[in-house]
C-alpha cells in the first residue's frame, strides 16, 4: 500500500509543484532496497554492470572481505573489488567477515581513504567452518565479545559503521541480549536474515522473532529472507507496516527488475531482450575482468543458476547452460536459451 501511495504522488509530482517538504515526506515513503551480499556473484562487475542495467537499488553491499593484514598489501584482485565507492550513482558498502577490532579498524580506516562512507560486519556467515570459529554468525551466542569488539570499534573509525546478523547461531533468542548492546552504540544500521545460523537458508523465515524485535531496536533496521516476487514484498509491507528498508538477494538475481517491480518504477516493453543485452554485457565485462581466462564462465554459471528461475522452464534452461565449457559454447547456449525459451520474470 505504501508503494502504491507513493507512486501515484511520484507521478503527480512530475507535472505539479509540490514543495520539498512534500517530496520529501513521499520520499521517505518509498521502500529502500539494498543488494544483499553474495560471495561469487554480487562483486564489482556484476555490479557495475547491473546498475547500468535497471533501477530501484538505493544500496548495493559487497561480498564479505577477510583477513585483512594490512590494506597496502590487499592483493590487486581484492583491491579491484573496491574500485567503486559508487555506481552508477548508488553507493557500494564493503563488508567484512572479522572477529578482529584491530583488522575491522584497518578496514574501516583503508576503505575510508577510498572513499566509501559506511563499512559493514558481517554476523551472519553461516557456514560451519566459519561458524565454528566464532565468526559471522558464529559470534552470536557470544554477547560479550561483540560488546568488546564493538566498543574499540566504533571509537576508532570515521565512517559509519553497520551490521548484518542473523537471529542467532543455534537459537533465534540469541539476538535479544544483542539488542542492548547494538542499540547502545551509534550502528548506522542493522539489517537481519531472519533465520538463525543453523538453518542456513532451508525452513522458514522467523517472522514471529522479526516482529517482537522490532519496537526493541533503536539503529534503522532492514528486513532480509526470502523476498523472491513483488506479492512477497506486499504481505511484508502490510504484516510490518513499520518497516520500510528491505535487504534482496536470491529474488533480486533471480529477477534483476524486482526492485522496479516493488517501487512500481517504469519497466521496459520487452523485459526478454533487455535481460538478454545485460546477460551480454555482464558476459563480456567477466571475459574482460579476468582476462579471457575460461573461469568467467564458472562465474556466469553460478549467475544463471539464479536467472535460470525467471524462465518459463528454469530446469531446462539451466540445463543447456550448466554443460558448457567453453565461450563459443556458452554464447551459443544463451542464444538458444533466449531463442527457445520465455522470461517470465518475478
Ligand atoms: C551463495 C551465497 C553467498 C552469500 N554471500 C554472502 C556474503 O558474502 N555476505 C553476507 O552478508 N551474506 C551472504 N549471503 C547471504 C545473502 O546476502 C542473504 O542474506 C540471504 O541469501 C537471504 O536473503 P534472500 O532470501 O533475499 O536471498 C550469501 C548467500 C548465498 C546463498
Not at 577490532?101 to 577510498?114: G, K, P, Q, S, V
Not at 559506511?118 to 551466542?141: D, F, I, T
Not at 537481519?192 to 531496536?217: M, N, S, V
Amino acid at each position: 500500500m505504501k508503494t502504491l501511495y507513493f507512486c501515484f504522488f511520484a507521478k503527480l509530482s512530475y507535472k505539479s509543484h509540490l514543495s520539498s517538504n512534500t517530496l520529501n515526506y513521499i520520499l521517505q515513503q518509498l521502500p529502500i532496497i539494498y543488494l544483499a551480499p553474495f560471495q561469487g556473484i554480487t562483486g564489482v562487475t556484476f555490479r557495475l554492470v547491473y546498475a547500468k542495467h535497471f533501477q530501484g537499488v538505493d544500496k548495493f553491499f559487497t561480498p564479505f572481505f577477510t583477513t585483512i593484514h594490512h590494506s597496502s598489501k590487499l592483493p590487486p584482485r581484492k583491491l579491484a573489488e573496491l574500485g567503486h565507492p559508487y555506481e552508477n550513482g548508488i553507493p557500494v558498502v564493503p563488508q567484512i567477515l572479522s572477529k578482529d577490532a584491530d583488522e575491522i579498524i584497518r578496514f574501516a580506516n583503508f576503505c575510508e581513504r577510498l572513499g566509501f562512507d559506511e563499512l559493514n560486519w558481517n554476523l551472519g556467515c553461516p557456514y560451519p567452518q566459519v561458524a565454528n570459529k566464532k565468526r559471522g554468525s558464529g559470534m552470536l551466542p557470544f554477547p560479550v565479545m561483540v560488546e568488546d569488539i564493538l566498543g574499540k570499534v566504533m571509537n576508532e573509525i570515521n565512517i559509519k559503521f553497520s551490521i548484518k546478523c542473523r537471529l542467532g547461531y543455534v537459537s533465534a533468542d540469541e539476538i535479544f541480549d544483542l539488542v542492548p548492546i547494538f542499540n547502545h552504540y551509534p550502528i548506522s544500521g542493522l539489517t537481519i536474515h531472519a533465520r538463525t545460523g543453523k538453518q542456513l537458508y532451508t525452513g522458514k523465515t522467523d517472522l514471529e522473532t522479526f516482529e517482537k524485535l522490532i519496537p526493541l531496536i533503536s539503529p534503522p533496521l532492514t528486513y532480509n529472507g526470502d523476498i523472491f516476487f513483488r506479492k512477497d514484498f506486499e504481505c511484508f509491507d502490510k504484516q510490518f507496516n513499520t518497516i520500510n528498508s528491505f535487504m534482496i538477494g536470491r529474488g533480486l538475481l533471480w529477477d534483476p527488475f524486482l526492485p522496479a517491480k516493488i517501487k512500481d518504477l517504469t519497466i521496459v516493453d520487452n523485459q526478454q531482450e533487455h535481460i538478454r543485452q545485460f546477460i551480454n554485457d555482464l558476459y563480456f565485462a567477466y571475459r574482460k575482468q579476468m582476462n579471457d581466462n575460461l573461469s568467467a564462465i564458472s562465474v556466469l554459471k553460478e549467475y544463471w543458476s539464479y536467472l535460470s528461475m525467471s524462465f518459463n522452464d528454469p530446469h531446462k534452461v539451466f540445463k543447456k547452460l550448466k554443460k558448457v565449457n567453453r565461450f563459443d559454447e556458452y554464447e551459443d547456449a544463451v542464444s538458444l536459451v533466449f531463442d527457445e525459451f520465455n522470461w517470465v520474470g518475478a
